[in-house]
Nanobody, 125 residues
Framework: QVRLVESGGGSVQAGGSLRLSCAAS????????VGWFRQAPGEEREGIAGVYPGGATTYYADSVKGRFTISKDNANNTLYLQMDSLRPEDTGMYYCAADPSGQDCYYSDYGDAYWGQGTQVIVSS
């Protein structure tokens, strides 16, 4: 069992930056697929960034590529999302998730994953 707690959300003007954190407890998730998802009002949740268990392989949705950076600190069991050049369309609830399969992370639907409660990001123009 893994408990995930996100933090770092807030309100920022377009062009600004935020850094989200996702602290895990209950089990180490160094062997898990982990990723960040977001859900804008009235829209479906979308995956925006993920990282393989080793931490060296990352992937991003086209909408955030080049602006967001995912990283994880296995020693401290924490996942990060550095968000730069924020846009109003980045507004939404951001969630972290950990898939215990640790396999084929890019193709995982995170159906059996552990999820955090979310942190709100609001980007104003």
């Amino acid at each position: 069992q893994v408990r995930l707690v996100e933090s770092g959300g807030g309100s920022v003007q377009a062009g600004g930056s935020l850094r989200l954190s996702c602290a895990a407890s209950g089990d180490t998730y160094s062997s898990y697929c982990v990723g960040w998802f977001r859900q804008a009002p009235g829209e479906e949740r979308e995956g925006i960034a993920g990282v393989y268990p080793g931490g060296a392989t990352t992937y991003y949705a086209d909408s955030v590529k080049g602006r967001f950076t995912i990283s994880k600190d296995n020693a401290n069991n924490t996942l990060y999302l550095q968000m730069d050049s924020l846009r109003p369309e980045d507004t939404g609830m951001y969630y972290c998730a950990a898939d215990p399969s640790g396999q084929d992370c890019y193709y995982s639907d995170y159906g059996d994953a552990y999820w955090g409660q979310g942190t709100q990001v609001i980007v104003s123009s």
